[in-house]
């Protein structure tokens, strides 16, 4: 979105409106701060006794708050249904551990090819079912979920190592750095994966293609009949996605050096799901948030082991039916209260603002 | 050789079938009615399943009591659902996303609760007839010929009764035009939950009639789940007729699949023939437009 979009200033500045230009409710300072916060973080943490442990919590939430932020794109943004986040989180790895251990590749290379082949994947289901409304995509999308982790089992061995996924995949190694250094090098490329996946979602969900996407969730015919194609639109959103999703699943192969079936397990995309919902549906920061709050809080909920999923689908239906943006305005409020730039400029009042927000009719839709 | 193994497939694909229109029925009568894509249809199933199971092991009754105790708790759940979790959320804009994640949130909490009540241990559910006899060399259970003829004596009532009582008509008049329905003094949200403790009852009497056949556990209602969203999808979304023909065509389709290529091509192959059509037909079998549902 350039300046070049606002009219030519003629004698009076027009006033932009505070959609068009979303950086200036950013402060430099508060996301600055944070970046170097998180440069500085593991050093300080390495220091402590559990420091290790909470260096990886960290890179743990730096690769689930990247697909859970690209799932809630797809999800939240989009409003298209698709179950095939973890699947193509699973294809990103599976690509990469299959160059590193069954081609030799270096690491750094193989994974690479994670994103590239997530995001064909994705154009291949997309195809034929993005056309579609959202009951189809539900159920084509978990098909493909189902269909990939079956052949991750019964597939040549190569693929699925004997039935249990791949055990052996070289990790990442920085010259002959080991121990507690090794660790922090990880944090870093986790933390640049994530950096760059926040900047990219931010970027696309601030750009008129974003717009567009917002747009067609929020009234869909009302979008259509001013022009936007909603099957492009979706399908470049759900590539966007998928390659961001198979990045992380590529790096969680060689940070575990392997990757096995049991990443298709359903309560993988619960997790997800969780985050999603809990932090906030369709926001920015939500997904992020909820990461942190589910990886944080599955420290303390071990003790209550199966009641864990029990709590969690509950939470997840009360807060989708009665709160469904979930916490994350509520940090909103705090940050435009304390640290944002400035006060939002006082709502232009035009006619914009007397448009509902939904149209009337608009009763399910799929 | 080749007869046994097509009356086999035969046999499978109609079991299976009348099984799968079953449960399809009560999803595509809450699309049609409600437009809830119920992702808790399984779990609705495990609880039928569950409660029957438990008269029979912890009451020591006969299956024929447990039987409709199953399909009422079944009902009563669903029920539940709807008055804590739908209804706040009927008519508001995020109807789709809300429901959505709260069945899926109530489908989790289910099972997860199955497994603390029950362990995780496979359970078996007595056949309410446990006799069989052999035709052309393959294995007819009386059960199986239950559950067909109870899957096609449902069908019809369900169509005699959304076509023929006042309460039926009401159900098809909400889902055709809910605000003329509204106008003329038919109460929609208790319609609503009507249509979901039907659908939930239909679930749970697949539970306890197909538990014998699949041995009962937590996660048993989501393959069935699949299987009925597969053919109310084929079928043709919110048609009662498509599921029922939708349900013999998939199943027949997939036995022959399973006895010729093996079972590992089963949902795979029904997977591309769902594709299929819904390239050559997005509205399925019987696909009815948006306008006239039910």
Do not use: C
């Amino acid at each position: 979105m350039s300046t070049g979009a606002v009219a030519p200033a003629a004698t009076a500045r027009p006033a932009i409106d505070q959609a068009a230009v979303p950086w200036r409710r950013v402060s430099l300072l508060a996301v600055g701060g944070t970046v170097l916060a998180g440069i500085v973080l593991p050093w300080v943490l390495v220091r402590l006794d559990i420091g290790d442990y909470l260096v990886t919590l960290l890179i743990l939430f730096f690769m689930q708050a990247v697909v859970a932020q690209s799932w809630n794109l797809i999800m939240g943004y989009g409003g298209i249904y698709s179950f095939a986040q973890v699947a193509l989180f699973a294809v990103g790895g599976w690509t990469t551990a299959v160059l590193a251990s069954s081609l030799g590749w270096n690491p750094f290379i193989a994974i690479l090819f994670s994103p590239v082949v997530a995001l064909v994947a994705a154009v291949g289901i997309g195809l034929p079912t993005l056309r579609l409304r959202g009951v189809y995509v539900v159920l084509l999308t978990l098909a493909f979920h189902e269909l990939a982790g079956e052949f991750a089992v019964t597939g040549p061995r190569f693929i699925s190592g004997g039935g249990y996924g791949l055990t052996t995949v070289p990790t990442f190694q920085f010259g002959n750095v080991i121990g507690e250094q090794r660790t922090i090098y990880l944090y870093y490329l986790a933390m640049v994966i994530f950096v760059i996946a926040s900047f990219v979602i931010w970027r696309v969900i601030h750009s008129p293609l974003g717009v567009a996407v917002i747009a067609l969730r929020d009234s869909e015919t009302y979008a259509v009949s001013r022009g936007i194609n909603q099957f492009r639109i979706r399908l470049i959103l759900f590539a966007i996605s998928a390659f961001l999703t198979g990045l992380a699943g590529g790096y969680m192969t060689h940070y575990n050096g392997g990757i096995s079936t049991s990443v298709f397990n359903f309560s993988n995309i619960i997790d997800l799901l969780a985050m999603i919902v809990i932090g906030g549906w369709g926001t920015f920061g939500g997904p992020i948030l909820g990461a942190a709050i589910i990886i944080g809080l599955d420290q303390y909920l071990v003790g209550i082991g199966d009641y864990r999923a029990l709590f969690e689908g509950l939470i997840l239906a009360v807060i989708a039916v009665f709160a469904p943006q979930g916490l994350w305005p509520l940090i909103r409020k705090t940050y435009d209260k304390y640290l944002g730039p400035e006060p939002p400029a006082p709502a232009v009042p035009s006619e914009q603002a007397a448009y509902p927000a939904q149209l009337p009719n608009q009763r399910g839709g799929g | 050789m080749q007869d046994t193994q097509i009356v086999q497939a035969m046999w499978g694909g109609i079991l299976f079938g009348s099984v799968y229109g079953l449960m399809a029925l009560g999803l595509t009568l809450v699309w049609g009615a409600v437009r809830l894509l119920n992702l808790a249809h399984g779990a609705i199933f495990v609880v039928g399943a569950y409660a029957a199971y438990w008269v029979v092991a912890s009451l020591h009754l006969p299956i024929l009591v447990a039987l409709p105790f199953g399909v009422l708790a079944a009902a009563v759940f669903a029920y539940l659902m709807h008055l804590v979790f739908i209804r706040p959320v009927i008519g508001k804009p995020g109807f789709d996303n809300a429901t959505l994640i709260a069945t899926v949130g109530i489908s989790i909490s289910v099972s997860a609760a199955a497994l603390l009540i029950f362990n995780p241990e496979y359970k078996v559910v007595p056949p309410v007839l446990s006799d069989s006899t052999i035709v052309a060399g393959v294995q007819i259970t009386y059960q199986g010929l239950l559950v067909i003829g109870t899957s096609l004596a449902l069908f019809a009532i369900v169509h005699l009764f959304l076509t023929y009582t006042r309460q039926g008509m009401a159900i098809r008049a909400v889902s055709q035009q809910t605000e003329a329905a509204s106008l003329m003094s038919i109460p929609v949200v208790q319609t609503y939950g009507i249509v979901i403790a039907i659908s939930g009852a239909l679930a749970g009497l697949a539970g306890v009639l197909l538990s014998p056949f699949f041995f009962l556990n937590p996660q048993s209602g989501f393959n069935p789940m699949i299987q009925a969203l597969i053919v109310t999808i084929f079928g043709g979304l919110g048609s009662i007729r498509g599921a029922l023909v939708a349900g013999f065509v998939l199943g027949v389709f997939e036995s022959f699949v399973e006895v010729f290529y093996g079972v590992s091509w089963a949902l795979p192959g029904v997977f591309i023939l769902i594709i299929v059509m819904l390239i050559v037909r997005p509205n399925g079998l019987f696909g009815i437009g948006e306008v006239r549902r039910l």
